[in-house]
């Protein structure tokens, strides 16, 4: 009894201040989804950056590419009490024509440039699929895979790939078997 004497005061002081500042009714939703995971991602890998740092043109045009910079997802906490023992990976964002399954760049003077995804092994994981990550282990677990970047067949052959900074982004979404 004695909370619900606290909770009227509060909200008949707080209707009392509403009112007067006249705001809309109903104007802060809130939602979500409450799920069942086996592993809880890092926080610090749910906003990553990399930064390829300069690129020197004559290798993307000797090479088609650059080698490969490491990323590591990881996955705390991983209980395989919940049943779900396989992790997979899907990689969304502005995928390319040709070559398909890789990540369009923005920029304003860099054109045909692109940013692939490869297992740590040199498998592709093109765009917009769902790839397979392996079978989890209790506690931890890390995702290794690489990104490079990749010249457009065309571009390249033309030598016109153009020089200044450029930027993309995407998202990943995990899922359990």
């Not at 690129?55 to 910079?69: E, H, P």
Request: aromatic share 8%; glycine share 10%; proline share 4%.
């Amino acid at each position: 009894m004695g909370n619900w004497a606290i909770i009227l005061t509060i909200w008949l002081s707080a209707s009392l201040w509403v009112s007067a500042v006249q705001a809309a009714e109903d104007n802060l939703y809130f939602s979500g989804t409450l799920v069942n995971e086996p592993c809880v991602l890092d926080e610090r890998d749910e906003l990553i950056k990399l930064d390829f740092k300069s690129v020197v043109n004559k290798d993307l045009y000797l090479n088609g590419r650059t080698k490969g910079r490491p990323i590591v997802l990881r996955l705390n906490n991983c209980d395989l009490d919940v049943g779900k023992r396989m992790v997979n990976i899907t990689f969304s964002g502005n995928e390319s024509s040709e070559p398909p399954g890789l990540l369009l760049l923005q920029s304003t003077t860099v054109q045909g440039l692109m940013v692939g995804l490869e297992t740590a092994g040199g498998t592709a994981l093109p765009l917009n699929k769902n790839h397979p990550m392996g079978e989890l282990t209790s506690g931890y677990n890390a995702l290794n895979f690489n990104a490079y970047l990749k010249g457009a067949p065309e571009v390249l052959a033309n030598r016109t790939l153009g020089l200044g900074d450029f930027e993309a982004s995407m998202t990943f979404e995990l899922s359990y078997e």
